[in-house]
T-cell receptor
Framework: DQQVKQNSPSLSVQEGRISILNCDYT??????FLWYKKYPAEGPTFLIS?????DKNEDGRFTVFLNKSAKHLSLHIVPSQPGDSAVYFC???????????????FGKGTLLTVNP | ETGVTQSPTHLIKTRGQQVTLRCSSQ?????VSWYQQALGQGPQFIFQ???????GRGNFPPRFSGLQFPNYSSELNVNALELDDSALYLC?????????????FGPGTRLTVL
């Protein structure tokens, strides 16, 4: 029972173009969402997050959109750069889980390749 | 300010053996969470430790256990290793009830069970 789904295992984009990574979730109790980037031999690093009270959050080249009714979020990277090539994980949290804000639930990840 | 470190980097064990993985928290953090990332999967929550006690647990059997020490470093112990335990084990340190986006991950320990 996968509560966070990233249905695209991989995505290839040309440098300078937009990268759009998608994520769907099934648990309506999730109220905080995060995107992590992971390079080989490194741990995931936080990229950007969004609370369920918002529908958009922007940080430089990265924007996350949340559609609560569709239980869908997406990460937009504009413009894409070769250094963005990595695995991107979508993660979600349910603050009602004891109020201790633990237990991130991750998707399987999408491998983004940005070609020069 | 040092980041989250894990040791060893790689480990090979045989089925039935026991293993201990170690994690040093980022300075100022009092909470450690452990995740298992199997090949082709996302990280899956194992458990979290705060003030040397387990503070929440995912869907993992009791042969997965942990410790947290007064300096907030942590160990993950796995008994009676099974082939399916082969995975990357990640620890993440944070401040309890702190911002979720301030949970920092270590580079992981790659465990192979033969």
């Amino acid at each position: 029972d996968q509560q966070v789904k990233q249905n695209s295992p991989s995505l290839s984009v040309q440098e300078g173009r937009i990268s759009i990574l998608n994520c769907d979730y099934t648990n309506s109790m999730f109220d905080y969402f995060l995107w992590y980037k992971k390079y080989p031999a490194e741990g995931p690093t936080f990229l950007i997050s969004i609370s369920s009270i918002k529908d958009k959050n922007e940080d430089g080249r990265f924007t996350v959109f949340l559609n609560k009714s569709a239980k869908h979020l997406s990460l937009h990277i504009v413009p894409s750069q070769p250094g963005d090539s990595a695995v991107y994980f979508c993660a979600a949290s349910d603050e009602d889980s004891g109020g201790s804000n633990y237990k991130l639930t991750f998707g399987k990840g999408t491998l983004l390749t940005v070609n020069p | 300010e040092t980041g989250v470190t894990q040791s060893p980097t790689h480990l090979i064990k045989t089925r039935g053996q026991q293993v201990t993985l170690r994690c040093s928290s980022q300075s100022g953090h009092n909470t450690v969470s452990w995740y298992q990332q199997a090949l082709g999967q996302g990280p899956q929550f194992i458990f979290q430790y705060y003030r040397e006690e387990e503070n929440g647990r995912g869907n993992f059997p009791p042969r997965f256990s942990g410790l947290q020490f007064p300096n907030y470093s942590s160990e993950l112990n796995v008994n009676a290793l099974e082939l399916d335990d082969s995975a990357l084990y990640l620890c993440a340190s944070s401040v309890l009830r702190g911002p979720l986006n301030e949970q920092f991950f270590g580079p992981g320990t790659r465990l192979t069970v033969l």
